[in-house]
């Protein structure tokens, strides 16, 4: 059984157009790269979206406690307070290296290759993250060779 892929236009969000959306693609994609049901995550992504934690700002801004509450509503179960670190440390890490901005990281990074290695110096993002990440980012990087 193949499992099905995520693009960002599935959930409205336009990554190359849109700061805010892109993040939100991090975001869902963060959650997606994690061991734990792809509906667990879609579920727990959409509470941050209704919610307007939508950027590493207003994360870093919410309590550990309140964190760690949403994630459980989402059904993190018995994994939310290690969620709740390895968020705050890579949204930390974002803002500290790039502004918070991805489209920096897009734009700084001279091809895909070098995409990949900054977004994998993010804590918690490993290679797959990367990869799911990056598929809605390759037109920017056809573009450039253009």
């Known amino acids: 059984m193949k499992r099905r892929t995520h693009s960002p ?4 969000l336009r990554i190359l ?14 959650l997606l790269g994690k061991p734990i049901q792809s509906s667990v995550a879609l579920n727990t992504w959409q509470l941050f979206i209704d919610r307007q934690l939508d950027t ?5 801004g919410m309590s550990d406690p309140a964190l760690v509450r949403l994630l459980h509503e989402g059904k993190y179960t018995r994994y939310q307070h290690v969620m709740t670190r390895a968020l705050k440390t890579c ?3 974002l803002i500290g290296d ?19 290695k900054r977004l994998q110096k ?21 573009e450039r060779v253009d």
């Open 9 to 12: 236009e599935d959930f409205g």
């Open 56 to 60: 590493p700002w207003s994360i870093l």
């Open 122 to 142: 993010l804590y918690g993002v490993g290679p797959k993250t990367a990869e799911i990440f990056m598929r809605a980012t390759e037109e920017f990087f056809a």
């Open 98 to 116: 790039y502004e918070g901005s991805l489209m920096m990281m897009l734009q700084v990074s001279a091809d895909e290759d070098e995409l990949s």
């Open 17 to 30: 157009e849109s700061e805010d959306d892109m993040f939100r693609w991090f975001l869902l994609v963060y």
């Open 91 to 93: 949204m930390n890490q």
